[in-house]
């Protein structure tokens, strides 16, 4: 028998445990808290897995429990598994990207340090420990607005854009010393350079030093009342467009800079005037995506992509061809409600399956579900994938899906809170 070991197999992670055994591996899963942090208890299948483990302190015991299996390989599901899976496979000899540069793949003002150490361009960061680090930290950002956000936590999480100090103090004030969404205290609080430029989001497959991008989407964020930005339209763009090629080039120049030898990566890259600026990254898979989508556009997708290059050299070999060939435009959208209340039914749904780009929703409330309006990733109230051979198809139905949430009740045919009635009346 054959064994693969996944650490945190959440979110998009959650879906490596099928395809490996598609190529004869039994999985074995390590959990690295004895808690799993609570918007990732519902993607987990503990059923996926013959042995479980929960990490502690004592990393010999875990790997000499391990060992017994001879794992083949070990995979970081999500993001909080990147840190625990390099230790794993650097104690236990298994490809990976071992823990000398860990701190960079997990803590965003190590990324940052480690680009600027090796002339890469990257935004301007500075730590704030304290709130008297404040205006020492502002002067080196050096310009208006200044991004603040935890170093460790992953979307949108603690993120503020700020622009006077005394905005940046209540983010500190607020931040410091919080639990934050991946479960870490912030001790430390990075104030980064506000990147101006277009946005994008890259997914990445790395085997034997060598980094293969397999998808870039556009990203368009949307300022929207009582929030600071939200998910609004990301497109998938061609990989062998002008576009694409110095995004390509920059995070093939930044996965070597991490040492990035195996595995995957995802990264938000600000192409802006001076060049492509890297944002902030992880070795891992991108969270909330639909692996169907992409399989229908290119025929791979990521999961599948990551446990060939772990498991079957040959077969990812094979797919690297796939890669740069699509057959359709892919669109996906990020909904934004704009009212508080219940969803009492979902009609426009039905038109929405109509539309001749329409290819799924994902996430989407249920009949009976509380809403309340979008002010980030975590009230995105559903993701809808559009695919179609003609661009021009996919806008107008992303534009016909705006014009249905700016309707009174929204969407999903919401029944206004009696507090939202109370102030219309």
């Not at 304290?130 to 993120?159: E, M, T, Y």
């Not at 497109?235 to 800079?257: F, G, H, K, N, T």
């Not at 740069?324 to 435009?329: C, P, V, Y």
Request: hydrophobic content about 45%; proline content about 4%.
């Amino acid at each position: 028998m054959k064994y693969a070991v996944i650490v945190d197999a959440y979110s998009t992670g959650a879906r490596l445990a099928d395809e490996l055994k598609l190529r004869g591996f039994a999985c074995i899963h390590v959990q690295t808290s004895a808690e799993i942090l609570d918007y990732d208890v519902d993607s987990f299948q503990p059923d996926d897995f013959q042995h479980l483990f929960v990490a502690t302190q004592d990393l010999k015991a875990l790997t000499d429990a391990l060992a017994v299996f001879e794992p083949a390989f070990i995979i970081p599901g999500c993001e909080s598994g990147v840190e625990l899976a390099d230790q794993l496979s650097e104690l236990m000899g298994t490809p990976g990207n071992g823990t000398a540069l860990s701190p960079c793949r997990r803590d965003k003002w190590h990324m940052a340090q480690r680009l600027h150490h090796l002339g890469i361009p990257a935004a301007r960061v500075a730590l704030i420990h304290h709130a008297h680090d404040i205006p020492q930290a502002i002067d080196l950002i050096g310009d208006w607005p200044v991004v603040i956000k935890p170093v460790n936590s992953a979307g949108a999480d603690g993120i503020y854009f700020c622009f006077d100090q005394e905005q940046v103090r209540h983010a500190i004030d607020k931040e410091l010393g919080r639990l934050n969404e991946m479960g870490f205290i912030n001790d430390r609080m990075l104030a980064m350079e506000h990147l101006a430029g277009q946005q994008y989001l890259i997914q990445a497959v790395s085997r034997d030093g060598e980094h293969l991008v397999f998808e870039i989407w556009r990203d368009n964020r949307k300022r929207v009342l009582g929030a600071g930005v939200v998910n609004d339209r990301e497109v998938l763009i061609d990989l062998q467009s002008q576009e694409a090629a110095p995004i390509i080039a920059y995070v093939q120049r930044c996965l070597d800079a991490f040492g990035v030898h195996i595995g995957p990566s995802f990264l938000e890259v600000m192409v802006t005037a001076d060049g492509p600026k890297l944002i902030e990254w992880a070795a891992r898979m991108m969270g909330t995506q639909e692996l169907s989508a992409m399989t229908r556009v290119s025929g791979v997708n990521a999961v599948n992509l990551c446990v060939a290059c772990y498991a079957d050299p040959t077969a990812f070999d094979a797919m690297l061809d796939k890669v740069n060939r699509s057959n359709a435009t892919c669109e996906v959208i990020g909904m934004i409600n704009s009212v508080s209340g219940t969803v009492v039914h979902r009609h426009w749904l039905d038109e929405l399956s109509a539309r001749p780009s329409f290819f799924k929703m994902i996430r989407a409330p249920q009949i009976g579900d509380s809403v309340a309006p979008t002010i980030g990733i975590s009230t995105n109230y559903g993701f809808i994938y559009l695919i179609h051979e003609d661009p021009a198809v996919t806008y107008a139905d992303y534009l016909w899906i705006r014009e249905k949430e700016a309707q009174a009740t929204g969407f999903f045919d919401v029944k206004l809170s009696s507090a939202v009635v109370a102030h219309l009346c």
